[in-house]
């Protein structure tokens, strides 16, 4: 028999009997909807096969139109990613500045662009584009998407960078000082080393929403990224495969970000195992060296000055 939780009271025989209810009910009703779903497609003539071979039996749509839109989402997205994760860190730092005259002007930045909508944030950098640049017409939609991404990712990365280091326990900042560290070292070899682990999952979270909106851009500003690229394959099969058009379209962003979430959570796994065997330990005659007289008592050495 298992042990017993300590977060929560184990179900009894009567609330086991409740789950198992509910979970009936709630696939019966799930069951039904999907039934009564189908059975509106169908009476509309939706699941005729003719509506559906162009993007599930004819390669040449996806020759033509699906993987190049693919190919200019994975530009944009990949472009936006690269630009936004290191300056998302850079203001995400400068917002726990000890200088208010770096702290302040970080927040606001980060503040503003994070309530600005990413839609409008890419209609206003199209707009500034067309207006102050040289930009050829043809390739400012594509520079359009990835500033209004990166302004807007950037921004919210900032505060998952931000609440990454400040959720390490505080011990790691002040044994880190105690050995000498300047606070440019404490960040780079201590702080940020320790908070990627934890910040992963937001910041993997953050890169599907990237990969997700720029859909926007081809919406909006024309670019000719995957669900646009899409509309042009429905519009010349006919313009009757609505349905069959998105539903092709959503089953190659969910493989898409489903493969992004498994990288990342191989690469988590792969990061927690390589600190377990190679975690670096400080030990008591390094803190006596670089701080003098700032003796370890009790406990083990590498306890009281691991960093």
Not at 11 to 23: E, L, M, S, V
Not at 90 to 117: C, K, L, T, Y
Not at 141 to 170: F, H, Q
Not at 182 to 207: D, F, H
């Amino acid at each position: 028999m298992s042990a017993p939780s300590v977060l929560y009271d184990q179900p009894g025989p009567r609330a086991k009997q409740r789950n198992i209810i509910y979970t009936v009910l709630f696939v019966a009703v799930l069951a039904g909807v999907l039934w009564w779903a189908l059975d509106l497609m169908n009476d509309a003539g939706q699941l005729e096969w003719v509506k559906w071979e162009p993007f599930f039996a004819d390669g040449t749509t996806w020759t033509t139109y699906l993987l190049p839109g693919l190919q200019a989402t994975a530009i944009a997205a990949g472009l936006a990613m690269v630009i936004a994760l290191p300056i998302g860190a850079f203001f995400g730092i400068a917002r726990m500045s000890d200088h208010r005259a770096v702290r302040a002007p970080a927040g606001i930045v980060v503040e503003f662009f994070r309530a600005v909508p990413v839609l409008l944030l890419m209609v206003f950098a199209n707009e500034a584009y067309a207006l102050f640049t040289d930009i050829e017409r043809d390739v400012r939609p594509l520079y359009a998407v990835v500033t209004g991404l990166v302004l807007y990712n950037a921004s919210v990365l900032a505060e998952v960078v931000r609440a990454g280091i400040l959720a390490l326990p505080k011990g790691q900042t002040e044994a880190a000082l105690a050995v000498g560290m300047r606070k440019g070292q404490l960040m780079t070899n201590v702080l940020l080393p320790q908070s990627v682990t934890a910040m992963l999952p937001a910041i993997v979270s953050q890169l599907v929403v990237i990969v997700k909106d720029t859909a926007l851009g081809g919406a909006i500003l024309g670019y000719a990224e995957l669900l646009n690229e899409s509309g042009a394959a429905n519009s010349n099969a006919g313009g009757t495969s609505t349905i069959a058009q998105l539903t092709a379209v959503a089953i190659v962003y969910i493989i898409v970000n489903a493969a992004l979430t498994w990288l990342a959570s191989w690469l988590e796994r792969r990061m927690r195992r390589s600190k377990k065997s190679t975690g670096a330990v400080v030990g008591g005659g390094m803190v006596e060296e670089q701080a003098p007289g700032m003796h370890l008592t009790g406990g083990r050495s590498g306890e009281s000055g691991s960093a």
